[in-house]
């Protein structure tokens, strides 16, 4: 069960199926349950990256404690993007040493 308290936001831009952004917030608030995050957004967009032509760009964005940590991944498809993205982000929160006293 998620007691976070965190508020997190999800938006798609173009040529993303906005039926993922479910699967997206929940993904979203499972890392907000495992750290004191105060806020959490997760944006997706096609990007025309040159080594993958239909490639999803996710961007994250978290506040804790007043800090903000950002994580980013290009891949195939969004939840692949967001899956990396959000591993990503949880690795920096993991490494950071103020939180080591949650």
Known sequence: MNTSTATVSAETGPGIDPSVLDDALA???EVCAAHPI????VSGRRTGH????DAVLADVRATLRGRPFD???IRPTFQDALDH?????????D???ALATR
């Open 27 to 29: 993904k979203a608030r």
């Open 38 to 41: 105060a806020t959490l957004a």
């Open 50 to 53: 040159p080594a993958m032509a």
């Open 71 to 73: 994580a980013r991944a």
């Open 85 to 93: 993205a959000l591993s990503r982000l949880s690795e920096q929160l």
């Open 95 to 97: 490494r950071t040493p």
